[in-house]
């Protein structure tokens, strides 16, 4: 079993900043890319950023230059450092990684249940 536990979520202003935090644990071989998505009501799911096993990232154009994903792979773990927030950035963040378990090598992508941000004066 494998799991994905999302943290750090909250009421901001705008202009504040947030910290997410993923932590995988379980029967994990090894993590590939993980990644932090979002879903505000009524929209669909949508790739906020994503770092590779080695270090490559890529983001959302909406959040370039604000927002900044890392990850210690020791700690099995992906952040994301949110600033100058907006209402525009209001929605569930939703942790999502590729983890090869030891139950059967062999990988696939798994989520966690979400952290809500509100950003609101």
């Known amino acids: 079993q494998v799991q994905l536990v999302e943290s750090g979520g909250g009421l901001v202003q705008p202009g504040g900043s947030l910290r997410l935090s993923c932590a995988a644990s379980?029967?994990?071989?090894?993590?590939?890319?993980m990644g932090w998505y979002r879903q505000a009501p009524g929209k669909e799911r949508e790739l906020v950023a994503v770092i590779t096993s080695g270090g490559t990232t890529n983001y959302a154009d909406s959040v370039k230059g604000r927002f900044a994903i890392s990850r210690d792979n020791a700690k099995n773990t992906v952040y994301l450092q949110m600033n100058s927030l907006s209402p525009e950035d209001a929605a569930v963040y939703y942790c999502?990684?590729?983890?090869?378990?030891?139950?059967?090598?062999?990988?696939?992508?798994?989520w966690g249940k979400g952290t809500l941000v509100t950003v609101s004066s």
């Open positions: 999502n990684a590729e983890i090869v378990s030891t139950e059967d090598y062999y990988g696939m992508y798994y």
């Open positions: 379980g029967s994990i071989f090894s993590i590939n890319a």
